[in-house]
Each structure stands twice: as structure tokens, then as C-alpha cells.
């Protein structure tokens, strides 16, 4: 059995599951050449195939992220798919690459940012993330990056500023960490204990960074 047969599609399955364990065996075996079938297949005419392909692509990102950056080229393709579930799943893809391609992922931040601003909530979670990684590798990127997240952690509902605020942790440095404990600590009033408890542990970590 090929590695696209495997996927949830063609199984006949409706869930991740066989996606991830694909991308787990990929991932363990190093299997470049099975990975380049998968990415073959983000063309596939059927679309249930393309995210299930994409899928298992971040999924093996997330492992073993060496292993797709061969393919950042055909993730940052996916950006124009007129498909929103290929968008925000390309996020995800490209957030697990992003510290080792900063240049390549940089290259079409103009557009990263316009589909940031027009996406949905995952697209917003995975492009802090995705964001504060390219923004930790030069300081050219923090800038014209920190403000957007900034902007993102003051405008959110409150239950997600835990999320952001531990998504943008990579991005923080001694220069600008007083900025997001301000900004933590005038939104303490909207957020519930559970909440409230995971920034403080942000801050916590915050405080150690000199």
C-alpha cells in the first residue's frame, strides 16, 4: 500500500486518525520518498484528498519539521487556494518550518499578512505563531511583526488572549517584553481564573527572559 492510500480518503474513513498515524510513520521512518508522494497530492483534483495530504504534512512538521522544509515553495502556494481549510492548514505547515526557512516564508509575508487579516480564527492562532517565529530570528521581522501581534493580543476576546499570549512567547525579548506585561496585565479584568492563571505563567516566563 502506497502512502497516499493510507490517507483518511481513501480509507473511507471521517477522521484524523489515519492521517496522523501516516504522518507518524513517515516521520519515524524518514521517508522522503513517500512525503514527496504526499506533497504530490496537495494538486489532487479531489479536495478531501489535498487536506488530507496537508494534514498529514503539518502533522510531520510538527514531528520533524527537517522534513518538509524541502516543500515550503509548495506550502506557500497554498496561500492563494481558494479553499480555506488549504490557507489555514498552510499556516500550520508553514509555523512549524518557520525558524528553519525564515527567508523563503519572508519573502511572501505581504500576502501571509493579507490572508492573516481575512482568516479565520485558525488561521489567526497559527499566524502568531508562525509570526513570532519568523520575528525571533531577525530583528528586521520583529519589526514590522510586533506590532501586529501586539495589535492581535489588545483586540481579541478574552478567551484568547492566553493563547496568543503564549503563542507570541518566541518573539519576546528583553526590549519589548514590558509591552506585552502591560497589555496582559490591563486585560486581567476580562478574563476568567483559568485564564488569568495561564498568562500569569507567560509572565513568569516573560520575567526570566534577560
Not at 67 to 82: A, F, G, N, T
Not at 173 to 181: D, E, V
Request: charged share 25%; with cysteine.
Amino acid at each position: 500500500m502506497t502512502a497516499i492510500e493510507k490517507i483518511a480518503f481513501f480509507q473511507n474513513i471521517r477522521s484524523e486518525i489515519p492521517n496522523q498515524r501516516l504522518a507518524q510513520e513517515l516521520a519515524f521512518a524518514e521517508d522522503v520518498n513517500s512525503i514527496q508522494e504526499i506533497v504530490d497530492n496537495l494538486s489532487h483534483k479531489n479536495r478531501n484528498v489535498r487536506s488530507d495530504c496537508l494534514k498529514v504534512l503539518y502533522e510531520i512538521g510538527d514531528l520533524k519539521p527537517f522534513l518538509i522544509r524541502p516543500y515550503v515553495q509548495d506550502l506557500l502556494s497554498l496561500l492563494h487556494d481558494k479553499e480555506n481549510r488549504m490557507v489555514w492548514g498552510a499556516f500550520i505547515a508553514l509555523a512549524t518550518i518557520a525558524k528553519l526557512s525564515p527567508d523563503e516564508i519572508w519573502e511572501q509575508i505581504d500576502t501571509l499578512l493579507e490572508k492573516f487579516d481575512q482568516g479565520s480564527v485558525i488561521t489567526v492562532v497559527w499566524g502568531i505563531k508562525l509570526f513570532a517565529s519568523l520575528a525571533s530570528t531577525r530583528q528586521e521581522y520583529s519589526k514590522k511583526l510586533f506590532p501586529v501581534m501586539v495589535h492581535t493580543l489588545e483586540t481579541c476576546i478574552p478567551r484568547d488572549i492566553p493563547t496568543h499570549a503564549e503563542n507570541i512567547l518566541p518573539a519576546i525579548n528583553a526590549g519589548n517584553q514590558k509591552i506585552i506585561f502591560s497589555l496582559l496585565t490591563s486585560r486581567q479584568d476580562e478574563m476568567t481564573a483559568s485564564q488569568l492563571s495561564r498568562c500569569r505563567r507567560v509572565i513568569k516566563k516573560m520575567q526570566a527572559i534577560t
